[in-house]
């Protein structure tokens, strides 16, 4: 039995156009059911798995936050305490000038007081002296 070319030909031919048919009945170009199902559940599990990622991200972010928070109030007391040490020793500092300020001071009249009495006293010696040298010369 020898098959002809126009044989062949007309083989070739029913075979294209059939072919579509035959495939998509035996399933070969299109998955199971089964498979598909399988695949959907799949999609779906990830879709899930992602969505709880995402809240626990979420979840984190929120975290962190509260933690900057946390240390960004830390940090100002740090800074307020700081300020309040700073605001006492100027304070303490002020005081013992105004002290210093009152040594001099008081310094200052009693180097006056001295001056004054040095100053009258070498007068009225002076005054001593030549009224005496005065009055022997004489």
Do not use: C
């Not at 200052?108 to 005496?132: E, L, N, P």
Request: avoid cysteine.
């Amino acid at each position: 039995m020898l098959i002809e070319e126009e044989q062949v030909e007309e083989i070739g031919e029913y075979v294209r156009d059939h072919i579509d048919e035959w495939l998509a009945g035996k399933s070969v170009s299109r998955p199971s059911l089964l498979y598909e199902i399988d695949l959907r559940e799949r999609i779906v599990r990830v879709e899930e798995e992602l969505r709880h990622q995402r809240e626990l991200m979420r979840e984190g972010f929120a975290h962190m936050d509260k933690r900057f928070e946390a240390m960004q109030e830390q940090m100002d007391k740090r800074f307020e305490a700081m300020d309040k040490r700073f605001e006492a020793m100027q304070e303490q500092m002020d005081r013992r000038f105004e002290a210093m300020d009152k040594r001099f001071d008081a310094m200052t009249k009693r180097i006056d007081r001295f001056m004054i009495w040095t100053f009258g006293i070498t007068v009225s010696v002076a005054i001593a002296v030549t009224s005496a040298l005065r009055i022997w010369s004489n």
